[in-house]
């Protein structure tokens, strides 16, 4: 009889300090590396967010080629998020972007006394590629809506602090192969702002992201405002 009496505190012991347990754990951030296969209610920490789009730059005397410019962006290298336990998520992070402006055949980019400039290649040039690539440190600010079965909506906004920038200009001219190349000095604005909305199904998403701000400083450059779509995956 004792030994049943001592088997069942025993069990009375160790159910007690596994809900104990289970009670703090609630107390603490849960750790989330698959924010898309997870409903856990409250802040979790995160990362996703893999973006590959195509790039046009709108409003701008530079003929930017959407086809061949393009952006690959990590949203949320490391982020935080709230789960309201209805559908409802908002997500914090820190991310990083980068962008590839190719401008078609006829245009290069170059770099005079006042800024950036867009011209047209010497007579008889073959081979012309011009591009203006930025880097950026970016911080997302994201709100996604369940509203059916693994699928959600999402819109945000998007701090862009841009600090490297540079342009690429290859032709072959009379006397050859000529490469033209600045780096990090063509007065690309520091920060910029863009919207972001898009739709989720399970782990894959599509995506539309417009910045009203200038690529190129007002007066050092021409007026390249950015649209991109694309593929987000994890967001």
């Known amino acids: 009889m004792k030994r049943i009496l001592y088997a069942v505190a025993l069990l009375a012991v160790v159910f007690g300090i ?11 951030i849960q750790v989330d590396w698959y924010p898309l296969l997870t409903d856990s209610v409250g802040w979790n920490i995160t990362s996703g967010g893999l973006a590959f789009g195509f790039v046009d730059g709108i409003s701008t005397e530079a003929d930017v080629k959407m086809g061949k410019s393009f952006e690959i962006s990590w949203l949320n290298v490391i982020g935080a998020k709230y789960n309201t336990g209805h559908g409802q998520r908002i997500s914090v992070g820190v991310g990083l972007d980068w962008k590839n402006y190719k401008l078609g055949s006829a245009e290069r980019f170059g770099l005079g006394e006042n ?109 390249i405002r950015t649209l991109s779509v694309g593929l987000v995956l994890g967001l």
């Open 18 to 28: 596994s809900q104990y347990a289970k009670a703090q754990e609630k107390e603490y």
């Open 115 to 223: 800024g950036l400039t867009v011209g047209a290649y010497p007579a008889n040039a073959k081979s012309c590629k011009s591009r203006l690539k930025v880097f950026a440190l970016e911080l997302p600010i994201i709100f996604r809506q369940r509203i059916g079965s693994h699928v959600d909506v999402f819109v945000g906004e998007i701090t862009n602090f841009n600090v490297h920038a540079s342009v690429l200009t290859e032709y072959e001219g009379a006397e050859g192969k000529v490469k033209e190349t600045t780096s990090n000095d063509i007065h690309q604005s520091p920060v910029t702002f863009d919207a972001i909305a898009g739709v989720n199904y399970r782990k894959v998403g599509a995506y539309v992201r417009y910045s009203p701000c200038r690529v190129i400083k007002d007066g050092f450059g021409p007026k």
